[in-house]
């Protein structure tokens, strides 16, 4: 049996006490695995991401992680600190929130800094993620001198660079035109490839398929309602309608009106 990244069992999370975010989420994620988790926007799949990444932590209910029982205490614990964040990256849905240095190369190594890299390990992590993202011409640009496409490749990065074993992907491919967003898919897929463990919340229907070996939906109580392989669900036209992750197209063709359930949600 593969190793257990994530545990969580009966994981509670409201924002100031009132709001319900998540309730009684058990999800078990093994080592090297693609894992998407679908659901309407405000069903709680970036508060699942921020508990993952331990931004935040469960009200009730726990999260093992790593071997480790996640506690806010840990974040007292300099080499518990460095340990987890070296090994677990997130990346935010919009860059904007993720990129705030000076400039491109700022942004990339400002972690490895942060973590105490060596400047010889700073030097050789950031030539060869600047080969792998094509974004050499980049580095010397403020973000806010980027194109939408050029920020999340840059946000992506600022997170590879670190080597994580384990992605969380808050919508990689919101926004952006169809060949960065293949450039993204495949990037996220050669990380996989090499071990690495994929975590990607969207509702977005056209990607889950290359980026799942399965599916948890959450639906609009804040629960998941739904585990499956990715086929299953993205084929099951009335489970998607019903909750919100698709819609009906009508087309009109004369005197005719036909329907069709596309695989997306824009």
């Known amino acids: 049996m593969a190793r257990l990244i994530f545990e969580l069992k009966g994981v509670y999370f409201s924002y100031h006490g009132k709001i319900p975010a998540l309730c ?3 999800l078990n994620i093994e080592e090297g695995s693609k894992i998407v988790i679908m659901g309407a926007n405000g069903t709680g799949k970036t508060t699942l991401l921020m508990l993952l ?5 469960p009200q009730k209910g726990y999260i093992r992680a790593l071997d480790r029982e996640f506690r806010e205490n840990l974040l007292n614990d300099w080499e518990f600190v460095r340990f987890f964040r070296s090994k677990v990256g997130l990346l935010f849905q919009n860059p904007d929130v993720q990129l705030f240095s000076p400039t491109v190369k700022d942004e990339l190594i400002f972690s490895l ?18 080969q792998l ?10 973000p806010y001198q980027l194109s939408v496409g050029e920020k999340k490749k840059v946000a992506i990065a600022s997170v590879l ?3 994580p074993e384990v992605l969380l992907l808050d919508e990689p491919t919101a926004g952006l035109d169809p060949q960065t967003t293949r450039d993204i898919i495949d990037i996220i897929l ?4 090499l071990g690495k463990t994929i ?4 509702h977005h229907l056209e990607i889950i398929e290359e980026l799942a070996d399965k599916v948890y939906v959450l639906g609009k109580e804040n629960k998941i309602v739904r585990s499956d392989y990715p086929k299953e669900v993205l084929y099951d036209e ?13 087309h009109h063709h004369k005197d005719l009106v036909h329907t069709h359930l596309p695989l997306h949600n824009d």
Do not use: P, W
């Open 24 to 26: 009684d989420i058990n």
């Open 53 to 57: 990444d331990a931004l935040i932590f």
């Open 113 to 130: 800094l942060n973590l105490g890299f060596t400047q010889k390990e700073i030097e050789k992590r950031l030539s060869k993620i600047v």
């Open 133 to 142: 993202f094509r974004i050499k011409e980049l580095l010397d640009r403020a």
């Open 161 to 163: 660079i670190m080597e």
């Open 190 to 193: 050669k990380e996989n490839s």
């Open 199 to 202: 975590i990607t919340a969207t």
């Open 238 to 250: 009335e489970f998607l309608l019903k909750y919100n992750l698709a819609h009906i197209h009508y």
